[in-house]
């Protein structure tokens, strides 16, 4: 029967795009302001970790390691994490976030020796921040469609602007209590894990965790996924941008404080304070970038803003080691910030636009292991590049130059510019499989307004004002216009609204021509 067909949602009352969507992805905004933030204030104290005689006096290298594999875990905890939100919602994984944000912080302070500052560091902030990123974009994409673009800006300006505050408040702390008191300082910062929590408890899933479809395909298996052609693009180009961006998240400050010069013969040409600003504007103007680029997605795509703000990216990144002065790293800094926010904003944006449905978590915490490797491969690169040529700059700057531009060409030859359904994950479109395409037309997948399949219908059926589609005795052909093929269908009358945006219209594709 028609009624054994129909893909049965319950809607719990709040609608995609809704002002609780936007609540939502302010809870996600304030989990990555913690926890990221809190991250990212380790390049604050690299000089203390370097001269700490309990920690063995580490060098440049070996302290960027400790935040590096931070960085790079963070992804790998997301794969089992981002499995877990679709499973059991986002609440209980965001308010593990900000648990182990407190305990990464607080229990690194106690540590007297370097491999257990590795672990209590390294490991328990990979596991707070592995339960902060793909969980949280997750969650906020179940609760956006149109509005999707806007809402990942909001989520990851919570990261930008916890870069921003969190550092400042670890400057003024080190301030207070000496430079050889980073210990003291790591325990105030693990205040900031309250107002994560706190936000942890307030997230919920876009709808009901029992809701039921009917027909719906089998989950995807992982081997399915690794093997496809967009998702290896995508892994690729996010460890590609991520390698330039922790790179300057962490060297940011070590290299304004050298004037430009070897940071091991110049420590002293500016001061610490001074230094810390170029990282304090780095946030600011990506946090400012994360909405702006946000909004500009929805205009243009996510895909056309990610790739051209890889490809400034990577021009700027040629530029900065002739940056030597404090005021033109400042405008550096501003300027790299505000264009790298579009990488960072548009990236998930891209993998929903190609992926969204009940495995988004999933989906996107796989592809983010890319972003993850090249924040773990990276900094301590960089570090490595940096001793080996006495101190300079410059060929860090050019791998990371080389890198985004490598990003922008997968972007712009590589990637389909059109998702297709034939070019979608097996499983997503298959015959005899329940689908829905409303009356935009778009995607099966209902994965947003940019690049997706456009449709034409050949029926004696009509559509109404408002969208929806009117009974059909005949079968319609469904005629993609990007050529990937012709599908017989059934369009049936819509039963079930699962928002109050445009009615779905249910067809069931019952064979592939």
Known sequence: SMSENLVITVDDGHGLDSPMAYVMAACAFMVQFSVLGGINSFGIFLDEFQDD?????????????????????????????????????????????????FAGLFLSSYCRSFPLFLSCFGLIMAVSGGCTIAPGLAAVGKWFDKDRALGFGITYAGSSAGTTVVPFVAQQLKSAYGGDQWRIPFRWLSLFSIPAVIAGLLIRPRLPLDHVHTDAPEPLKTK????????????????????????????????????????????????????????????????????????????????????????????????????????????FSGLFGFFVSGCLT?????????????QLGNILSIIYLGFGLGGLVGPPSTG?????????????????????????????????????????????LEPGKQNTIDSSPISPMGSGRHNRPKFETVSDYEEEERGVCTPATEKTSLLSKSGVGTYAAHVTPPSVTLSPSTPPCPVEITKQI
């Open 384 to 428: 490595l590049f940096i001793e080996a040529t006495g101190g300079s700059y410059l060929l860090p700057a050019m791998v990371c130059a080389g890198n985004y531009i490598i990003a922008y060409l997968l972007m712009q030859f590589v990637l389909p510019k059109n998702p297709t359904a034939m070019e979608r994950l097996p499983g997503l």
């Open 346 to 358: 548009c990236y998930p944006g891209v993998i929903a636009d190609h992926f969204a449905g009940p």
């Open 53 to 101: 005689e309990d920690l063995g006096k580490p060098s440049k290298s070996e302290v960027s390691l400790v935040v590096s594999l931070a960085n790079g875990l963070i992804p790998f905890v997301g794969v089992f994490t981002g499995k877990a939100v679709d499973r059991w919602g986002p609440r209980i994984i965001q308010t593990t976030a900000g648990v182990t944000l």
């Open 224 to 331: 399915q996924i690794l093997t496809n052609k967009i998702v290896i693009v995508l892994f690729s180009t996010g460890f590609l941008f991520a390698w330039g961006f922790f790179t300057f998240v962490v060297y940011a400050v070590a290299y304004a404080q050298a004037g430009g010069d070897s940071p091991y013969e110049s420590r002293s040409t500016v001061s610490d304070s001074t230094a810390s600003i170029v990282l304090s504007v780095f946030g600011i103007t990506q946090t400012v970038g994360n909405v702006v680029w946000g909004i500009v997605a929805q205009k243009h795509g996510n895909p056309v803003t990610f790739k051209y703000c890889n490809l400034i990216c990577g021009f700027g990144m040629a530029a900065w080691p002739w940056c030597s002065k404090i005021s033109t790293q400042m405008v």
